[in-house]
């Protein structure tokens, strides 16, 4: 960079010093050749000394008058100063020549006339030079060259308007005087050096100009293979720009040239703009501005400079990345950062800030704020069902709807799989959130066609207010998702506010979550046997296996308070496995070979490969397949009845036997038996109960028995709790029983020879009794 800046500095001085020589001496030619006409009476002659003089003020103050020239380039004395010293070094030179005269008379200047050249001469420079600003055409060159003959011209015959000669004595000291032929001679001499260096500095412009074409056309070439714009300016005007420029700035390459660099920024880039042009090239690193297109469009780029010689001069190249696709890209990875890729809601983060934005704003204005916690009932059935694409669709469709039914100032943020936050700002009571939360729930209650499908799905909402229930963010959602929890628990599909006591049960519940998930690795889980028993002879032909929790701290925990807990954490897939294990293990070490019963949920079905794990147990305890049952209730079929019946064909052919437990409790189960063909079913205690109290009861029974006896099926009852029970169903003709008249549940199983007596005695005397 700075041999750059010498080598232009070296070729402007060389530039500058030819140019004066040149002006200076063909000025001085066309003074003496103006001279040499002038012939008076008189003899005259020409002082040496003065005569070379006079060549020295023209050449110097041309030269003095381009270096100042040069310096003020661009301030109001550019032209004012220089031409004042051109045309003072031209009226220098003339009166030299003038004084230089010797002749047999006097001669004597008119001041009148000597000022009157004198502001001639400058008055023309000062005009030249204001015209020399800009000399890109020919018509202005010539224009500039008029100026500068009226300058010298009108000098020279009003200077010698103001020359008088009146006859004196013949001239002495010839030697030092030039006769009118030898001033001729030397006139003529420096006039055809003045036309040799003129012919000389034609050629060699001409070969620069050659040169300097042939470089713009090799940089203009590279340049428009850039794929950044290039522009080359000095002075502040623009040179030369690269295709790439004129694409970006949308002008043609001849509007761009010769525009002033901050014509192409905007405005507000302007000062920052110009304090980098002072400062030192080696502090500038790239800045990012805004280019203005013709349009009047703002680009943002990326400039960065450096100095390079271009015409033989120093300018200034300037390159300029489009920053446009990069600006493009990143506000994309903002977006994607804050807002789910699914649904293109704001995701939990933006959410977080949304709340934290709205309590700020609640707490000034002393407004409310209500944050809605939703949770969609039945989605993954039909993700299972349907696979992820449908789904997906689903979510979507969710969330158009319950934008639908929120004002443009509400945000709705998707924060996991299938749940949602909306957050209302700005609440005005209780009343309106719940008004909302319902037009939320009904919304979402249409069903939603998918594809070729039509399904339907539920959704729990969960409330919390500001700022009765929560002033932060995270107090907010833990509240909010606290209702839901209570929502959840109560069956779905409904809208519940926090409550205080729910923060303690919720914790409660979690504690209880957190203990469960580590049950099976500090062995605190148990199996509970209680035997099935043949209804006509009281032969043990089966034990269930019931599983309990010994909590260290709690006791005996009922299954009906943490298995509906291990369904809802995900851990009833582990905890089933470990139940099928253990009673296959156990049933291998009885000393008869009774069946064993398991109870398989509904979400483990989902949850867990049923028959892989069950092979898996029959084969690491050598038990055979025909002494497990398995029981299911209904609720498999109503969550995916293909899927259900696929299991179950799978564990028959292992030679499962498979049993339909709570019979007759639900809506569809006559219809779950043309599905699949069970080995039993069993009959739902809750009809034992009401045998005595109600005569349709009895009916009922009976015809279940009928029912599963002519499909092939065995009936086993459940809860059979009293005598009468045993001597009522034994004469429907029941298979099997199981009830705490037989035996309770026990970790250990009731098998001995003394507990089976009792048994058989029971059914005997029952047997007995009815006869009698």
């Not at 070094?89 to 004084?99: C, E, F, K, P």
């Not at 002008?251 to 980098?276: C, T, W």
């Not at 990326?302 to 446009?324: H, K, N």
């Not at 639900?666 to 080995?679: A, I, N, R, T």
Request: aromatic content about 6%.
């Amino acid at each position: 960079m700075a041999q750059v800046e010498l080598s232009g500095q070296r070729a402007f001085s060389r530039w500058m010093l030819a140019s004066a020589a040149v002006f200076g001496c063909s000025v001085w030619s066309l003074h003496f050749v103006a001279m040499l006409a002038f012939t008076p009476a008189t003899e005259i002659a020409y002082e040496l000394g003065l005569t070379g003089a006079s060549i020295l003020v023209s050449v110097l103050g041309t030269l003095l008058a381009l270096l100042v020239r040069h310096r003020l380039l661009g301030t109001p004395m550019a032209a004012v100063l220089p031409g004042t010293i051109l045309g003072l070094s031209v009226a220098g030179m003339h009166y030299l020549g003038v004084s230089a005269m010797r002749a047999s008379s006097l001669v004597v200047l008119d001041p009148s006339y000597v000022i009157a050249s004198v502001a001639l001469s400058v008055g023309f420079g000062i005009v030249a030079l204001t015209r020399a600003q800009a000399l890109l055409s020919l018509a202005r060159r010539v224009e500039v060259a008029i100026w500068l003959t009226l300058a010298i011209c009108g000098l020279h015959f009003t200077g010698m308007a103001a020359v008088s000669i009146t006859p004196l004595e013949p001239l002495e000291g010839a030697d030092l005087l030039l006769g009118s032929t030898q001033l001729g001679f030397a006139v003529g001499s420096i006039s055809l050096l003045v036309l040799v260096a003129g012919l000389t500095a034609l050629l060699l412009q001409q070969h620069l100009s050659r040169r300097n074409l042939d470089e713009i056309s090799r940089m203009r070439l590279l340049s428009n293979l850039a794929y950044e714009v290039l522009l080359i300016h000095r002075d502040g005007k623009v040179l030369e720009v690269n295709s790439a420029g004129t694409r970006l700035f949308g002008m043609p390459v001849e509007d761009i040239i010769g525009k002033p660099v901050l014509d192409l920024f905007s405005r507000s880039d302007a000062p920052a703009l110009i304090r980098r042009a002072t400062r030192r090239l080696e502090d500038l690193h790239p800045e990012e501005f805004e280019a203005r297109t013709g349009a009047g469009v703002l680009v943002p780029v990326e400039l960065s400079c450096r100095i390079i010689e271009f015409g033989g001069r120093t300018a200034t190249a300037v390159a300029l990345r489009d920053l446009t696709a990069l600006r493009r890209d990143e506000a994309r990875i903002r977006h994607l950062a804050l807002h789910d890729a699914l649904t293109d809601l704001p995701n939990r983060y933006l959410m977080e800030q949304r709340i934290d934005h709205a309590i700020a704003t609640a707490a000034q204005v002393g407004s409310g704020l209500a944050v809605l916690y939703l949770d969609l009932d039945r989605f993954k059935p039909i993700n299972d069902l349907y696979g992820h694409a449908a789904g997906d669709e689903l979510l979507v469709q969710v969330s158009r709807r319950l934008l639908g039914e929120l004002r443009p100032t509400d945000t709705l943020a998707r924060i996991g799989g299938d749940e949602f936050i909306v957050v209302l700002p700005q609440a005005a009571t209780p009343a309106h959130v719940s008004e909302v939360a319902t037009q939320l729930l009904a919304e979402l209650a249409r069903p939603f066609r998918i594809d070729s499908h039509t399904v339907e799905i539920g959704v729990s909402v969960g409330i919390a207010l500001y700022p009765d229930d929560g002033t932060t963010v995270e107090s907010l959602l833990r509240a909010a998702d606290t209702a839901l929890y209570r929502v959840k628990d109560e069956g779905r599909g409904g809208l519940r506010f926090f409550e205080a006591s729910m923060d303690a049960q919720l914790h409660a519940r979690r504690t209880l979550e957190h203990e469960l998930s580590g049950a099976i690795a500090r062995d605190e889980l148990q199996l509970f046997d209680q035997p099935i028993v043949n209804a006509r002879t009281g032969e043990i032909e089966t034990f269930e296996a019931l599983i309990r929790w010994q909590h260290p701290e709690r006791g005996l925990v009922s299954p009906a308070e943490f298995i509906p807990l291990a369904e809802q954490a995900d851990l009833i897939a582990s905890i089933g496995r470990w139940v099928i294990d253990t009673a296959c293990a156990t049933a291998a070490t009885w000393p008869k070979a009774w069946r064993v019963a398991v109870n398989v949920s509904p979400s483990q079905f989902r949850q867990s490969d049923v028959p892989a794990i069950v092979a898996a147990a029959l084969a690491r305890n050598a038990l055979d397949a025909s002494r497990l049952v398995v029981e299911i209730t209904e609720s498999v079929f109503i969550q995916d009845a293909t899927n259900a019946v696929d299991v179950l064909s799978r564990l028959r052919q292992q030679g499962v036997r498979l049993a339909l437990d709570d019979f007759g409790s639900g809506y569809s189960s006559l219809s779950y038996l043309q599905q699949f063909k069970f080995d039993k079913i069993k009959i739902d205690q809750s009809f034992v109960r009401r045998l005595g109290q109600d005569a349709d009861t009895l009916t009922i029974i009976g015809a279940i028995v009928n029912l599963g006896h002519n499909l092939g099926l065995h009936v086993t009852v459940e809860g059979v709790e009293t005598a009468d029970q045993l001597e009522i169903l034994r004469g429907l003709g029941c298979d099997q029983m199981q009830g705490y008249l037989f035996a309770r549940p026990s970790p250990t199983i009731t098998g001995r020879e003394l507990e089976q007596a009792r048994l058989r005695a029971m059914f005997a005397e029952t047997f007995v009794r009815a006869r009698a």
